[in-house]
């Protein structure tokens, strides 16, 4: 069984910097993409990045690119996002997520198992 348990968020201000960190139990992390998906309230969740099984490939969501950086560490079972010059509409609880494949995809259908997520808030 795969556990996923994310980490970081909390409580900043506009502009400001985050790392997240999301932990996977398990084998076999290193043979899978992860990603990381958010969800506001009263929206859908929606996809912010995702890194393949080597490290070497990334995606970034649009509202995200050139904000954030995704990366995972294989030998500590890891992936790590960090988001930079926070926004408002980056509030949202982001979750963590690996992927079916070792490829990556944007979309929630190609991950199949998933942290509780954790809580950003972004405030003036």
């Known amino acids: 069984q795969v556990q996923l348990v994310e980490s970081g968020g909390g409580l900043v201000q506009y502009g400001d910097s985050l790392s997240l960190s999301c932990v996977a139990s398990?084998?076999?992390?290193?043979?899978?993409?992860m990603g990381w998906f958010r969800q506001a309230p009263g929206k859908q969740r929606e996809f912010v990045a995702a890194?393949?099984?080597?490290?070497?490939?990334?995606k970034y969501a649009d509202v995200v690119k050139g904000r954030a950086t995704i990366s995972r560490d294989n030998a500590k079972n890891t992936v790590y996002q960090q988001m930079n010059s926070l926004k408002y509409e980056d509030t949202a609880v982001y979750y963590c997520?690996?992927?079916?494949?070792?490829?990556?995809?944007?979309?929630?259908?190609?991950?199949?198992?998933w942290g509780r997520g954790t809580q950003v808030t972004v405030s003036a």
């Open positions: 398990g084998r076999d992390f290193s043979d899978y993409a």
């Open positions: 890194v393949s099984w080597t490290g070497e490939s990334t």
């Open positions: 997520a690996r992927g079916r494949t070792p490829e990556i995809f944007a979309t929630d259908w190609a991950y199949d198992y």
